[in-house]
């Protein structure tokens, strides 16, 4: 049996600041070495000054994946040598005296399995080297120190998954929660990143490191599952080792560094004082903490008779989830939910047409009763939406300026379909015959009214005609 | 009991080559012995404890930029980057 | 104009126009170019003093308001920053780093009004008793210039007591500012762990050093508190003082005090005949104020040493671990080397005793050594605080000698890393429970000082100055013969 588990690194990109400086903790908007200060950059005589809101998110993340929370949390020193490293140390979590890092164990619900959460713990990120040398001719390293420091949590799991596909699924799902949660943009290049490590039946564990995407995950860790086999097949020890995944050979290979006899001397970052979380601090975190995806789900289908499908996709994400909540009111939440997942998401597919989108939940509450008064289409409200998402204009002006008011009328339809019969006379003899090909001269109707005729009256009218 | 090459193995482990070890072979020896002496105290009972300091005591999360140009003021930067020696 | 002089008599003096800060600056520094030759108290001078000192002058004179210091000067142990000043911790590896920011420490005297002389001499890191370590040179004692000055803040001792200035900033992290105190005849404050922000002191061993102020009187020490104490924003490891005034009542006196001998420094082997000796006349002379003295035992004590350095060169190995000479450091072609090479050939630049706590930091709290070592010296230190603590239910104030020996000369003890290691034997505990403790000037006997040490309960820093008050009101020493 293939068992995997993960160690997933996910910055807090939704603070301001850094972990341990007031630094900006999204660096990307930066000049290379632009955002640092003698903190971040381990001058001596500087001092870390923890973050209080990245201990909260910490926590918050924690407590949403079910962990254990500590009545006291710690720092610790890992001691390594790297030039992105400006300390030479990160400062980072551990639990040696007892559990004391941000979170202890947990877990999540994927499809019918659990997959144990071992720890979460709270870190800075080190800074990036933007060129290694390392070949001959290129003699130099060069290293951008804007991310230094930045505020990171490492999840840790148990090897409970059983294949790449589970992990892409699990992947998904703390993707979702992290949004959810309003601390993390798991979507920012690099802001998720994810080792890890693989054993099969009868074989040692093997750590994959250096792996840039969850994408390239995936395929690290089904090229790590065939190359197990194989070397099973052939009667060949698997050994216990760390490898890196090549990007550009799509590979895993052998680690000639000698990370697994490197001694972290591992001891308490006394800089920073233990930090006491009572649990009136942890149910504040815990009430303030936004409904989770799986609760919000249960309870659009139970309470508006939403489709499981329907749901999960609103649910999922914070963007739709926002909007179906604040324009729904009861009556009217399952129409609402399908124009999201119909129409909406259609054309506002991207983060970033999510964050220059002027559609509002007023916006949908009215096209939605326009739609139910018969005042327009379907048709027509998804021609008013595009137009609605780029100027942000009230809803009755656009269906204005567009002429996007339903015909209703009889008369009004029925001299269309008039000289429509006029033109299309084979269809009309063919619908006469097989009336199940009456829809097309419906659409010529739709066509000619630029779909503001009220369908069901049109078919109608229509079928009235024929008989006559 | 600590000898030379272990002393030699930790220097380098600590990133500091050592031009003779000799002498800071034997005072390295000299000072590990005398810490033998914590073997003799009972400490069964002890715990490790900390400075504590309550969660709304931390630093508020503020962005305040670095107003010097800090980069300027230290050495081997080139075009922005720091430039470190090439890696193995 | 006498520079020998206190910093409350100075300020006595500006404001009744005996003289100016200009003069007394000037009068300083040409006191420094005589004899510092000698002494070798400072590795650098503050260019802009007389600029500094005029523009007080002019404070003064046009009735603008002015800090409370007055313009006296005072010098800074060389591993506290300073923006655009070398701090170079007297290491050949930071031996041209200019600190691009400065100290919390040197922020508060520079807003009341402080003229900094220059920056002194310190064993390498602040590691060692003797300025011995230091990569310029040693500092020499200005009572006998062939005997150690103490250490590690040896040059800021020696110039408080060569009358180059009139007080300084050392950092005490097992002794390293009460030691050169004794070694010297001048105050030194190890104050409570966390009460004096270290923001912009370089570290050594982060847990339990403290920056501390070295003067010529215990109202001095007072005075000078009141200035840098109190919490920092910079420093997560700061704690509230409430504002306390150090200087208030201190003259109140200790009768009715309980004092406890701590037996294991009083009675050790390694204690002078001449250090006993005025151990026992100090106990008298507390006994003649009024308090009630009596032995106490720490039984942890004859393990503080061993758990001090286990855990100093832990710290000292993480804390030095950034010096790869790579974002700052001295002048070193990168080409040619790879990364670890470069960095381990960079670090062949620390000293001899920095590279042997530096190994031993990588030997002590490595997964193979930490439980026989490092976790055992944290243990030792959990068990000491809970018996000093239990003491301090008890007594006001605990005492000793602060050093078991007076000063030796140059070369005497350097050859033997145990006998170094045991002249901390009786500081290090302040510094392991996080107490304050001060030195305080007892005697000088065949013209070399003595230091008595007092201990009091965290926080009790105003209580502590009122005992050091009377006791150096006992005293009567000679000037300095230099």
Redesign the interface.
């Known amino acids: 049996m293939t068992k995997i588990g993960l160690e997933i690194h996910c910055q807090l990109t939704k603070?301001?600041?850094k972990l341990f400086c007031?630094?900006?903790?999204n660096y990307r908007e930066f000049?290379?070495?632009?955002n640092?200060?003698?903190v971040c950059?381990?001058?001596?005589?500087?001092?870390?000054?923890?973050?209080?809101?990245?201990?909260?998110s910490a926590t918050s993340i924690a407590l949403a994946l079910t962990c254990d929370t500590p009545e006291?949390i710690?720092f610790f020193?890992k001691?390594y040598?790297y030039?992105d490293l400006?300390?030479?140390?990160q400062i980072t979590q551990l639990n040696v005296?007892g559990d004391m890092s941000v979170g202890g164990e947990g877990y999540v619900r994927v499809e019918d399995k659990n997959i144990k959460i071992r720890r979460i713990q709270l870190e800075e990120d080190p800074g990036r080297i933007?060129?290694?040398?390392?070949s001959e001719r290129?003699?130099?390293?060069?290293?951008?120190?804007n991310r230094a420091g930045t505020p990171l949590v490492e999840i840790v799991t148990d090897p409970d998954f059983e294949s790449p596909r589970q992990v892409r699924v699990f992947l998904n799902i703390l993707s979702d929660l992290l949004e959810n949660l309003g601390v993390a943009e798991p979507g920012l290049e690099g802001a998720m990143r994810a080792d890890g490590n693989v054993s099969i039946e009868g074989g040692n564990k093997v750590e994959i490191k250096n792996i840039g995407s969850f994408h390239d995950l995936e395929k690290a860790l089904h090229f790590e599952i065939t190359r197990q086999q194989s070397l099973f097949e052939r009667d060949i020890e698997i050994a216990q080792e760390t490898r890196h995944w090549d990007d550009r050979r799509k590979i895993t290979v052998s680690s000639r560094s000698k990370e697994e006899d490197q001694?972290y001397?591992?001891?308490?970052e006394?800089?920073?004082?233990?930090?006491?979380?009572?649990q009136s601090?942890r149910d504040r975190l815990k009430e303030n903490m936004p409904e989770s995806i799986s609760s919000k789900k249960e309870r659009y289908v139970e309470k508006f008779d939403i489709a499981p499908q329907v749901a999960d996709i609103i649910a999922s994400d914070r963007y739709y989830s926002k909007l179906f909540e604040s324009a729904y009111s009861d009556h009217n939440a399952k129409d609402i939910a399908n124009l999201i997942t119909t129409d909406v998401i259609g054309f506002i597919d991207t983060k970033e047409k999510q964050e220059n989108s002027k559609i509002t939940s007023e916006h949908l509450s009215e096209l939605i009763d326009a739609i139910n008064s018969k005042t327009i289409t379907r048709n027509s409200a998804k021609v008013a939406l595009q137009e609605i998402m780029k100027s942000g204009k009230n809803t009755k002006d656009v269906l204005n300026e567009m002429d996007l008011g339903q015909v209703s009328d009889s008369s009004e339809i029925d001299t269309i379909i008039s000289q429509i019969f006029e033109d299309e006379k084979q269809a009309v003899i063919d619908a006469k015959e097989r009336p199940e090909t009456v829809n097309f001269l419906v659409g010529k109707v739709m066509q000619k009214t630029k779909g503001k005729a009220d369908p069901v009256k049109t078919l109608e009218l229509i079928k009235s005609k024929l008989n006559q | 009991m600590v000898d030379e090459e272990e002393i030699i193995r930790v220097a380098e482990l600590m990133k500091i080559d050592l031009e003779e070890h000799g002498e800071h072979v034997s005072r390295v020896k000299k000072m590990l012995e005398y810490f033998d002496i914590l073997d003799q105290i009972d400490l069964s009972s002890e715990e490790i404890t900390a400075q504590q300091k309550s969660l709304n005591e931390l630093r508020k999360d503020e962005f305040i930029p670095n107003d010097k140009k800090l980069i300027e003021s230290l050495k081997n930067f080139r075009e922005h980057y720091v430039r470190a020696p090439k890696m193995n | 104009m006498n520079l020998n002089t206190s910093i409350l008599k100075y300020i006595e003096d500006v404001k009744s126009g005996t003289f100016t800060v200009e003069e007394f600056t000037t009068e300083t520094l040409q006191r420094i170019k005589d004899v510092d030759s000698d002494v070798h108290a400072y590795l650098s001078l503050n260019d802009s003093a007389i600029n500094d000192a005029k523009l007080i002058d002019q404070k003064i004179s046009s009735g603008e308001k002015i800090g409370q210091c007055y313009g006296f000067p005072i010098s800074i142990k060389d591993n506290i920053c300073i923006t655009g000043t070398k701090t170079t911790c007297a290491s050949k590896i930071l031996e041209n780093f200019i600190a691009p920011y400065t100290a919390t420490v040197i922020n508060r005297l520079q807003n009341e009004d402080v003229v900094i002389t220059g920056k002194t001499n310190l064993d390498e890191f602040a590691m060692g008793l003797t300025t011995e370590f230091s990569a310029f040179g040693p500092t020499k004692n200005p009572w006998n210039l062939d005997y150690v000055p103490g250490g590690s803040s040896g040059g800021s001792a020696a110039s408080v007591a060569a009358n180059e200035c009139l007080a300084s900033l050392g950092s005490d992290t097992g002794g390293s500012v009460r030691n050169p105190a004794s070694f010297c005849s001048v105050v030194g404050l190890k104050p409570t762990y966390g009460l004096i922000s270290r923001y912009g002191l370089i570290s050594y061993a982060n847990s339990i050093e403290q920056i501390g102020p070295m003067t010529k009187t215990v109202k001095d020490s007072a005075f000078l508190l009141n200035v840098i104490a109190g919490q920092d924003a910079n420093d997560d490891t700061t704690i509230d003082n409430n504002n306390v005034d150090y200087l208030e009542n201190i003259e109140d006196g200790i009768e009715g005090k309980k004092i406890g001998i701590i037996k294991e420094m009083t009675t050790s082997e390694g204690l002078s005949q001449e250090v006993s000796t005025a151990t026992k006349d100090a106990i008298c002379d507390f006994e003649s104020l009024g308090a009630s003295c009596e032995d106490v035992t720490l039984p942890t004590i004859p393990y503080t040493v061993a758990a001090y350095y286990t855990i100093t060169s832990t710290e000292a190995g993480s804390n030095l671990a950034r010096y790869d000479n790579i974002r700052y450091g001295y002048e070193l072609e990168s080409e040619g080397y790879e990364y670890n090479s470069y960095i381990s050939k960079s670090r062949a630049k620390f000293g001899p005793e920095v590279t042997r706590r530096i190994i031993l930091g990588g030997f002590v709290p490595s997964a193979g050594h930490a439980g026989k070592y490092f976790l055992k010296a944290l243990k030792v230190k959990s068990k000491l605080i809970s018996e000093i603590n239990k003491a301090f239910e008890k007594f006001d104030y605990l005492i000793s000698p602060t050093a078991p020996v007076q000063p030796f000369k140059f070369g005497e003890k350097i050859d033997d890393p145990v006998t170094l290691m045991l002249l901390d034997y009786n500081t290090v505990t302040a510094n392991l429970t996080g107490k304050p403790a001060i030195s305080v000037p007892y005697r000088v006997i065949n013209g070399l000082p003595i230091g008595m040490q007092i201990m009091a309960n965290s926080l009790k820093e105003k209580s502590l100055f009122q005992s050091a008050y009377a006791l150096e009101s006992k005293t009567n020493l000679p000037e300095v013969p230099l």
Request: proline letters at 10%.
């Open positions: 603070l301001e600041s007031s630094c900006k903790a000049e290379p070495n632009h640092i200060c003698p950059m381990g001058l001596p005589g500087s001092l870390p000054r923890l973050n209080q809101k990245a201990v909260e006291k710690a020193r001691n040598f030039p400006p300390k030479n140390f005296y933007i060129y290694e040398g390392a290129t003699k130099i390293t060069l290293v951008d120190y001694d001397r591992y001891f308490l006394n800089d920073i004082p233990w930090v006491k979380i009572d601090t």
